[in-house]
């Protein structure tokens, strides 16, 4: 039986990068585009050349790097390091150049503003090859989830918690310490004050955090990675993440804006509807979009510059139903105006007793008990 194989390890070939790349290779449409650019203009970062030391690379190289990278998933600047001795597309692309992994980081992070600019300057160039139809936009929004884990974000009632902990605890270690005093036992007096010296290094480390938060302003801190947020993610499922948003045109399901924030949907609705507006500089267009953004302070603010935003109905949902239809909405209850009460869908009666009663955070507060506040007949 035949074998297929491979070319001799040895064998010696001729050719060139141009021929290792096809002519329909999407590497070549990137290689034109960047060096179209006007790099001041988009408000890149230019090094200045010097005589003495190593010669620096080019932005375009940092940027076609970026680019291949974008388009192909590469995230990581270590990998895009060895991308750059191993793969044929883009040695073609950079000239054999091998940029280590520091150099390409600090591109992407002295760049951002300029990296958005030519994003918007791409959007335009679709426009004008009218690959994008600009009436209909649908804008959504996807959770990515940070590195930063749950035990790194802290809120003003998370550190206070800790605190009052902390405080507690110390409190039942000087009474031990009082115990131990009168009993002289040296061994257990050493140990009790080293776990209140750590105590009391732990709620300085706290009370940084919460001088930190309050001049910051911001509901919360992380500590891994400082922009990212507990959201909601799924049913009652919360993660730290960040939240990608993307209005996507409807001719060829290309995207036309995008931006990450650390917030729900709910209030994100009018910033990426504008952002999107103004990358394709036109006057108006129809937003479609789920029910996580219907927010009528949102809409207000699309029906002013003329984006007409459909949304769906946000329903009201009962977390303890799962799977079900809540039965026990307010839409459900018959209100009867002769005798001030309401009848539930189970037909009983509802009387209030008129007394107000205030939900609380406090443990006792949980157990509610309904006749405190109706009379059900």
Request: include cysteine; proline fraction near 2%; aromatic fraction near 8%.
């Amino acid at each position: 039986m035949s074998r297929t194989h491979g070319v001799p390890r040895d064998q010696v070939e001729f050719g060139c990068l141009n021929d290792a790349v096809g002519k329909e290779n999407r590497v070549r449409v990137m290689d034109a585009f960047v060096e179209k650019l006007d790099f001041e203009k988009l408000g890149f970062v230019l090094k200045v050349e010097k005589i003495e030391g190593r010669p620096s690379f080019e932005e375009k190289v940092f940027l076609k790097i970026y680019l291949y990278g974008y388009i192909n998933g590469i995230r990581s600047s270590r990998k895009l390091e060895k991308e750059c001795t191993r793969n044929l597309e883009l040695q073609w692309l950079i000239g054999k150049l091998s940029p280590n992994y520091h150099s390409i980081a600090d591109f992407r992070k002295v760049n951002a503003r300029a990296l958005r600019n030519l994003f918007k300057l791409f959007v335009t160039f679709l426009k004008e090859m009218d690959l994008i139809g600009g009436s209909t936009i649908g804008i959504d929004g996807t959770k990515v989830r940070a590195h930063n884990s749950k035990m790194n974000n802290f809120s003003p009632k998370k550190i206070k918690r800790h605190i009052d902990y902390i405080d507690k605890r110390t409190d039942e270690y000087f009474e031990q310490l009082e115990k131990n005093d009168t009993n002289d036992d040296i061994m257990k007096i050493s140990a009790v004050e080293e776990k209140i010296l750590s105590l009391r290094a732990q709620k300085i480390n706290y009370e940084i955090l919460e001088t930190h938060l309050e001049k910051s302003g911001e509901p919360q801190i992380s500590l891994t990675d400082a922009g990212s947020r507990t959201l909601l993610v799924q049913g009652q499922v919360v993660e730290i993440a960040y939240n990608l948003q993307a209005a996507v045109d409807d001719k060829h399901k290309l995207i036309v804006a995008t931006h990450t924030i650390n917030r729900n949907d709910r209030n994100a609705l009018s910033n990426i509807a504008l952002e999107a507006k103004s990358n394709l500089n036109i006057e108006s267009y129809t937003a479609l979009n789920d029910k996580g953004y219907h927010n009528g302070r949102e809409l207000q603010k699309c029906k002013d510059p003329n984006i007409a935003a459909i949304c769906a109905h946000a329903e009201i949902v009962n977390s303890n139903v799962h799977g079900t239809t809540p039965a026990y909405l307010v839409t459900k209850f018959t209100y009867n105006s002769a005798d001030d009460s309401y009848t539930c869908p189970q037909g009983s009666i509802l009387r209030t007793t008129g007394t107000w009663h205030k939900k609380t955070r406090e443990r006792d507060s949980h157990q509610f008990n309904p006749n405190h506040a109706m009379e059900i007949s």
